[in-house]
C-alpha cells in the first residue's frame, strides 16, 4: 500500500537559515509527489510536484524538492527561511487509483527570529 | 480566476444535526475530491467526483455520509446525524479532466471547519 512518512513533527530554524524537511514514501511504480504549505486556519497550497523527468524540482516562494528514487524520499529544501514560511508542510503522493492523494502526517516549522 | 470556493468557512452543530458542505471547482475543472483533516493530523483522502458519478468512495465512512456532485450546482458532502468525532476540517479539491493516465494536479479550497458541540 502507498504511504507517506515525514518523520520530523515539529522543527525550529532560525530565519535565515537553510532548511530541510524530510518526506519518505512507499509506492511501487514511479510516484507522483507533492509539497504543500498549510498556514494555520488556511487550505493547502501547492509549493511543487514531481511528475517525471528532473529529479531537482523547483517550486514557488524560493523551495526546491529532490526526488532520490534510490531513497525513497522528496526532501524540500530552502536555502534561507523568512518568518512567513512558518507553516505546517504536508508531503504527498498520487495513489495507485490514481484519483486520491495520500498524505503525511505533516511537519510544522517554526522560525526563531 | 476564482479558486476553489468552499462554505460555510465554519459550522457549528449539535449531535444528531445534519451537516451540509459545498465545494465550487475552479472554472474549467469538473473532478472534485474531498479530504478530512482531524486535529493535529494530515489529509485523509474521502471521496472523488465527477459531474453525476462517484468515481472512488473509498474513504468515505459507510454510514451518515454521504457525496453528490450534481450537473448543475457545487459538490455537497453531507453528514448526517453529526457526533462529535466528526468535527475536524474537511477540504475540497479540483482538478481539471485527465487525460488517458496523465496526472492533474489537484487545487484546495480553504476548508470548512465542523465544530460538533
Known amino acids: 500500500a502507498q504511504s507517506v512518512t515525514q518523520p520530523d513533527i515539529h522543527i525550529t530554524v532560525s530565519e535565515g537559515a537553510s532548511l530541510e524537511l524530510r518526506c519518505n514514501y512507499s509506492?511501487?511504480?514511479?510516484?507522483?509527489l507533492f509539497w504543500y504549505v498549510q498556514s494555520p486556519g488556511q487550505g493547502l497550497q501547492l509549493l511543487l510536484k514531481?511528475?517525471?523527468?528532473?529529479?531537482l524540482v523547483q517550486g514557488i516562494k524560493g523551495f526546491e524538492a529532490e526526488f532520490k528514487r534510490s531513497q525513497s524520499s522528496f526532501n524540500l529544501r530552502k536555502p534561507s527561511v523568512h518568518w512567513s514560511d512558518a507553516a505546517e508542510y504536508f508531503c504527498?503522493?498520487?495513489?495507485?487509483?490514481?484519483?486520491?492523494?495520500?498524505f503525511g502526517s505533516g511537519t510544522r516549522l517554526s522560525i526563531r527570529p | 480566476n476564482a479558486g476553489v470556493m468552499q462554505n460555510p468557512r465554519h459550522l457549528v452543530r449539535r449531535r444528531g444535526q445534519e451537516a451540509r458542505l459545498r465545494c465550487s471547482p475552479m472554472?474549467?475543472?469538473?473532478?472534485v475530491y474531498w479530504y478530512r483533516q482531524l486535529p493535529e493530523e494530515g489529509l485523509k483522502f474521502m471521496v472523488y467526483?465527477?459531474?453525476?458519478?462517484?468515481?472512488?468512495e473509498s474513504g468515505m465512512p459507510k454510514e451518515r455520509f454521504s457525496a453528490e456532485f450534481p450537473k448543475e450546482g457545487p459538490s455537497i458532502l453531507r453528514i448526517q446525524q453529526v457526533v462529535r468525532g466528526d468535527s475536524a476540517a474537511y477540504f475540497c479539491?479540483?482538478?481539471?479532466?485527465?487525460?488517458?493516465?496523465?496526472?492533474?494536479?489537484?487545487?484546495f479550497g480553504p476548508g470548512t471547519r465542523l465544530l460538533v458541540l
Open positions: 479539491a479540483s482538478s481539471p479532466p485527465r487525460i488517458g493516465s496523465m496526472v492533474e494536479t489537484q487545487y
Open positions: 509506492y511501487g511504480a514511479t510516484p507522483y
Open positions: 514531481y511528475f517525471s523527468g528532473d529529479t
Open positions: 504527498a503522493v498520487e495513489g495507485s487509483s490514481a484519483s486520491k492523494i495520500i
Open positions: 472554472k474549467g475543472h469538473s473532478h
Open positions: 467526483l465527477q459531474k453525476e458519478n462517484i468515481i472512488d
